[in-house]
């Protein structure tokens, strides 16, 4: 079983609707949460980055974490077609990890016009 | 500024056959990275290295050898090909290795195995 689950989509929503998008994980260590978004054939770029438990919000950008129930969220409001793009989740353990992280498979989002 | 820069952009080997990919940043950073991505797996560190002088295996380090050639180049090789070896290669880098240090990736090198 990985450590980190990730529906792989494609998620296909309206342009202006609200993006929701998810990792499940099985390593209670983890604490350092991240999510990327990669264009195709591009590299990944970070988007949000949180520590713990909690809210975090950026732009129409806001990801959440709930250790308790092992998942973390990401949300995009007002979704453009520009959002359309592959959201890969990452998570790691502690700072003696060296910045090794154990990233989700991804999940293709398609925002129509 | 160029960031992360990564050759090839495309490969293609035969079973056995040898290949360096090459990576290379112009950020300074202290911390490079060499990850692969499959379909279904997302990315697999292969080996790291925190700063110049020192490399580490990630993941998934068999098969693989790497180069700190300096503070700016990091290369990733393979010996011996093998099938399983096909995939996207992903080099990134970040100010230092650790936790909260954000890491910029290359545009990724597509390998294919014969």
């Known amino acids: 079983q990985k450590e980190v689950e990730q529906d792989p989509g494609p998620l296909s929503v309206p342009e202006g609707a609200i993006v929701s998008l998810n990792c499940t994980y099985s390593n209670s260590a983890f604490q350092y949460f991240m999510w990327y978004r990669q264009y195709s054939r591009k590299g990944p770029e970070l988007l949000m980055y949180t520590y713990s438990s909690g809210n975090k919000e950026d732009g129409r950008f806001t990801a959440q974490v709930d250790k308790s129930s092992k998942y973390i969220s990401l949300f995009i409001r007002d979704s453009q077609p520009s959002d359309s793009a592959t959201y890969l989740c990452?998570?790691?353990?502690?700072?003696?990890?060296?910045?090794?992280?154990?990233f989700g498979a991804g999940t293709q989002v398609v925002v129509t016009p | 500024n160029a960031g992360v820069t990564q050759t090839p952009k495309f490969q293609v080997l035969k079973t056995g056959q040898s290949m360096t990919l090459q990576c290379a940043q112009d950020m300074n950073h202290n911390s490079m990275y060499w990850y692969r991505q499959d379909p279904g797996m997302g990315l697999r560190l292969i080996y790291y290295s925190a700063s110049e002088g020192t490399t580490d295996k990630g993941e998934v380090p068999n098969g693989y050898n790497v180069s700190r050639l300096n503070k700016r180049e990091f290369s990733l090789r393979l010996e011996s090909a093998a099938p399983s070896q096909t995939s996207v290669y992903f080099c990134?880098?970040?100010?230092?290795?650790?936790?909260?240090?954000?890491?910029?990736f290359g545009p990724g090198t597509r390998l294919t195995v014969l």
């Open positions: 990134a880098s970040s100010p230092l290795a650790g936790l909260g240090n954000e890491q910029f």
């Open positions: 990452a998570m790691s353990a502690g700072t003696d990890s060296w910045g090794k992280f154990q």
